[in-house]
C-alpha cells in the first residue's frame, strides 16, 4: 500500500453560470520519500486539486466524491477539527502559488515561522523561537536575519522563507505549486536544491506542482500529466519525458522551449483551453488533437497502464508508442 | 521570420528609437535609524535602478534579465512614470516625459500600458473581469456605448484564449487560476491598443501551450502593427527567441546589452554565462541542479565597491574591488561592462 493515495477525487466548484469540473476523478500514489511532479495547462485544475487535498476549499468548491488515503488512513471523510489538528500543516503542508508576495510585511520575518508553528503546536514560545531560526538555517538564510521584515529580503530569500514556514511542523508530505516561478535561473537552482536536500535528509514525500517541465525533470521521480481536470497520463519521469503516450504530453514536451535550438517561432498546441463547466465529450482533449475521430468524440478513454508503471488515457496510444511525431504537420501550417 | 520583418508597416522608420533612457536613476530613501542619523552622512537608500541607459527602436522587443531583485520591475515601473526616478531622462517619441505635467502626460498614457508582474496582487479583487479589462478604457474616455466597451473586452479576452469570453467576463479575480489572471493582466494592457507594452513577466505562470501563444502574440503586435515591447522575463530561452536584444541587469545596472542571439550565444559578462549555465534542462536523466556563483546576493543598500559583481565573480582581480567597469560596445552593439570581457 502506497503512503499516500487518492482515488477518483472529484471537487467541482459552484458558480453561476454551473459547475466548475476543476478536479474530475484524479487518481495516483505516492510512496514514502518519493516527489511526484505534476504539469498541466494553466487552469486545468492543478492548484485546486492542492486545495482539495488541504481541505481548503473556497465557499463555493464543493468534494463531489472520491478518497484521499494517508498509510491506509480517510482523510475526506474526517472531521474538521481532527483534520486541522493532527493532519493539516503537521502531515501534509502547503507552499502555495505566490506566497511569497503573501508574507506579512509588518511582520519580521522569523516571527511569522514562528506564528506557523505556535498555532499548530502546542509549545512555548522560546521553543518556537529556536525551531524557526533552526528552520531559517535549514533553508539557508542566517539566523541573525531573524528581525528583518520581509522588504529587506530578496525573492529567492522570500521563497526560501515560505519553505520555512511549510516545514514548520515536520510534515510528511509537502505539496509545492509553483514555488520557483518568480525566480531567476540562478537563484531557482539554490532553492530548488535546498528543497532537494531537505526533502533528501528527512525523507520528505512531495507533490511538485509546476508548468515547468525542466523542474519536474531535476526534482521528481514521477509525473502526472493534467488536462481539463483528469490526470491524462502518468509514469516515471523518464519514461514520460522519452517515450510520451499521450498526444497532449507530446505536444508539451515538443513544445518546451530549448536554448539551444536557434531563433525560430515559438511552438505551442494549436487550440484554446477547455471550457471546464462545459467540457468536451468523449476524450476532453479531441477538439486540438490531431489523431482525433469518431470514437474519441464519444467515448472517453479509459486511464490504463501501459507498461510498468506508465499509464495514460487515450485511445491511440499504440500511434504515440510507435515514434510517430504527430504534432509535425501541425507545426507546419 | 524573414517574412514577418518584411510586414513592417510602410512609414514606421525602425532606425529611429521610440525610446531612449539616459542614465535613469531610482532609489527608495529608507527611513534613517537613530544612530545613524546623530552620526549623519548620507541618507541610505534602496539603489534599485542606479544610472541605466539605452535605446529600443519603435517595433523592437528589448527583454531584460537578470537577477530577483535587481531592479527589473522599478525600471519597468519608472518607464511609464508609475515610481519617480530621481534622476535621468526618459525620451519616448522625441519628449522628455519626465519633464511632462501630470496633464501632458495623460494622453501619452494611452500609448504606453504596462503588464503588472503579479496578478496576484496588482487586481482589485472586488472589480469583476470586465471591469478589470475595461478600467482603461474608461480611463481614457475612450468608448462611446456599453455595447463597444463589452465588444473590446471580448477581443482582448480571445486574443490572450481566455475563451469563451463570456465565461469568464464575469467572474472575480479569486475564480481564475494563477495562469488566467496573468492573462487578464495582459488583456488589460492591450485593450488600448498601446505603441508601447512594458511586459513584466507576463507568461511566468503560463505553461507551453499557452505561453506560445501570448509570445507569438507579442511577436506578431511588434512585427505587424509596430508595437514597442521591453519584456522582463526569466526565461532565457524564449527571450532569445522573440526579442531583439536582451539586456542583463545585475544590482541595479545593466551588465550587457546586445542582439538577443549574441548575448545568449556569445555571452561576453561573467554573470551573463552564470545565468546561461543554471538555465535547467528537461531532461530526467541529465541533473543539471548546480550551484554557479556561489556567495549571498548582495543587498542594493549598499552594494559593494568597483564591479558590483566581484565578491561572487570567479574572474575578479584586484581593479574589480576598486574602479567599477563601463559599459563599453565591443562591436554589432554588444555593450558589456567588466575589465576583462
Ligand atoms: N473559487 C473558484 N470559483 C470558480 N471557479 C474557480 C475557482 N477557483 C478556480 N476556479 C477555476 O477552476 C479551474 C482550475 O483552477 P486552478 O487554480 O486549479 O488551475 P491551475 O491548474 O492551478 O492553473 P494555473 O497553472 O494557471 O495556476 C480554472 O478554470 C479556474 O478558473
Ligand atoms: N517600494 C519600495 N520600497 C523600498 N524598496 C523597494 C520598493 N520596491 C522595490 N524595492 C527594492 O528595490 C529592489 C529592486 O526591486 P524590483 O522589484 O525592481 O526587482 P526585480 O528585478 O523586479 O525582482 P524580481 O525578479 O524578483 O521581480 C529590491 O531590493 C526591492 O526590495
Ligand atoms: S483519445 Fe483520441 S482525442 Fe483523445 S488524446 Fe487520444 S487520440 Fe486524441
Ligand atoms: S569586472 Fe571583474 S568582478 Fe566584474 S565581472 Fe568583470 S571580472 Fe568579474
Ligand atoms: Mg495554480
Ligand atoms: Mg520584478
Known amino acids: 500500500m502506497a503512503f499516500f493515495e487518492v482515488k477518483e477525487l472529484t471537487m467541482y466548484y459552484r458558480t453561476l453560470r454551473g459547475q466548475v469540473k476543476a478536479v474530475d476523478g484524479v487518481s495516483f500514489a505516492i510512496e514514502k520519500g518519493k516527489a511526484l511532479g505534476i504539469a498541466g495547462e494553466s487552469g486545468c485544475g492543478k492548484s485546486s486539486m492542492a486545495t482539495t487535498l488541504l481541505r481548503l476549499l473556497p465557499n463555493n468548491g464543493q468534494i463531489m466524491g472520491g478518497q484521499v488515503l494517508m498509510d491506509g488512513q480517510s482523510l475526506l471523510d474526517m472531521p474538521e477539527e481532527q483534520f486541522r489538528r493532527r493532519i493539516r500543516w503537521k502531515r501534509i503542508s502547503m507552499i502555495f502559488q505566490g506566497a511569497m508576495n503573501a508574507l506579512n510585511p509588518v511582520h519580521r520575518v522569523g516571527h511569522q515561522i514562528m506564528e506557523a508553528i505556535l498555532t499548530h503546536e502546542d509549545v512555548s514560545p522560546t521553543e518556537a523561537r529556536r525551531r524557526a531560526e533552526d528552520l531559517l538555517n535549514m533553508v539557508g538564510i542566517n539566523p541573525k536575519r531573524f528581525d528583518d521584515f520581509p522588504h529587506e529580503f530578496s525573492g529567492g530569500m522570500k521563497q526560501r522563507v515560505v519553505i520555512a514556514m511549510a516545514l514548520a511542523c515536520n510534515p510528511d508530505l509537502v505539496i509545492a505549486d509553483e514555488p520557483t516561478t518568480a525566480l531567476d535561473v540562478i537563484v531557482q537552482a539554490q532553492v530548488l536544491k535546498a528543497i532537494d536536500d531537505l526533502r533528501q535528509r528527512l525523507g520528505l514525500s512531495m507533490i511538485m506542482i509546476t508548468h515547468d517541465l525542466s523542474v519536474i525533470a531535476q526534482m521528481c521521480d514521477d509525473v502526472a500529466i493534467m488536462y481539463a481536470g483528469r490526470i491524462v497520463e502518468h509514469g516515471s519521469a523518464v519514461d514520460v519525458y522519452s517515450q510520451p503516450l499521450h498526444p497532449y504530453t507530446a505536444g508539451l514536451v515538443r513544445a518546451f522551449p530549448n536554448i539551444a535550438a536557434g531563433r525560430s517561432t515559438i511552438r505551442s498546441i494549436p487550440g484554446s483551453p477547455p471550457n471546464l463547466i462545459d467540457p468536451p465529450t468523449g476524450c476532453r482533449f479531441h477538439p486540438r488533437c490531431p489523431l482525433a475521430d469518431g470514437r474519441c468524440r464519444a467515448e472517453e478513454p479509459a486511464f490504463q497502464v501501459v507498461a510498468g508503471r506508465h499509464a495514460v488515457a487515450c485511445h491511440k496510444a499504440d500511434v504515440l508508442a510507435g515514434g510517430v511525431d504527430i504534432w509535425q504537420q501541425r507545426q507546419l501550417a | ?341
Open chain 2, 1 to 341: 521570420m524573414a517574412t514577418a520583418a518584411t510586414c513592417v508597416e510602410v512609414g514606421i522608420t525602425s532606425s529611429e528609437p521610440l525610446l531612449k533612457v539616459v542614465e535613469l536613476v531610482k532609489h527608495f530613501p529608507l527611513r534613517r535609524g537613530l544612530l545613524s542619523a546623530l552620526r549623519g552622512g548620507p541618507q541610505p537608500a534602496v539603489r534599485a535602478v542606479d544610472g541605466v541607459s539605452f535605446e529600443v527602436k519603435r517595433g523592437e522587443i528589448l527583454g531584460i534579465v537578470g537577477e530577483s531583485g535587481c531592479g527589473k520591475t522599478t525600471m519597468g515601473r519608472a518607464l511609464l512614470r508609475l515610481t519617480e526616478p530621481q534622476k535621468g531622462q526618459i525620451i519616448f517619441d522625441g519628449t522628455d516625459i519626465l519633464r511632462l505635467s501630470p496633464q501632458e502626460l495623460k494622453p501619452l498614457r494611452r500609448k504606453m500600458q504596462i503588464v503588472f508582474q503579479d496578478p496576484y496582487e496588482s487586481m482589485n479583487p472586488r472589480l469583476n473581469v470586465f471591469r478589470i479589462v475595461a478600467e482603461p478604457l474608461r480611463l481614457q474616455n475612450l468608448t462611446h456605448s456599453r455595447d463597444e466597451e463589452i465588444e473590446r473586452v471580448r477581443r482582448a479576452l480571445a486574443e490572450v484564449e481566455m475563451t469563451p469570453p463570456d465565461e469568464y467576463m464575469y467572474r472575480y479575480p479569486h475564480e481564475l487560476s494563477g495562469g488566467q489572471r496573468q492573462r487578464i493582466a495582459i488583456a488589460r494592457a492591450l485593450v488600448l491598443e498601446p505603441d508601447f507594452i512594458v511586459a513584466d513577466e507576463p507568461v511566468s505562470m503560463l505553461d507551453v501551450s499557452i505561453r506560445g501563444g501570448i509570445l507569438n502574440l507579442m511577436l506578431r503586435l511588434s512585427k505587424e502593427k509596430g508595437v514597442t515591447f521591453v519584456y522582463i522575463t526569466h526565461d532565457l530561452a524564449t527571450a532569445r527567441h522573440i526579442c531583439d536584444r536582451i539586456g542583463v541587469m545585475y544590482l541595479g545596472k545593466f551588465v550587457e546589452e546586445g542582439p538577443a542571439d549574441a548575448v545568449v550565444t556569445s555571452p561576453l559578462h561573467p554573470y551573463t554565462k552564470a545565468l546561461l549555465s543554471a538555465v535547467l534542462v528537461p531532461d530526467p536523466g541529465r541533473k543539471s541542479l548546480q550551484t554557479v556563483l556561489s556567495g549571498e546576493v548582495p543587498n542594493a543598500i549598499h552594494p559593494p565597491s568597483g564591479c558590483r559583481l566581484h565578491p561572487r565573480c570567479p574572474l575578479a582581480r584586484p581593479i574589480c574591488q576598486e574602479q567599477e567597469p563601463e559599459l563599453v560596445d565591443k562591436g554589432n552593439g554588444h555593450r558589456v561592462a567588466c575589465h576583462f570581457a
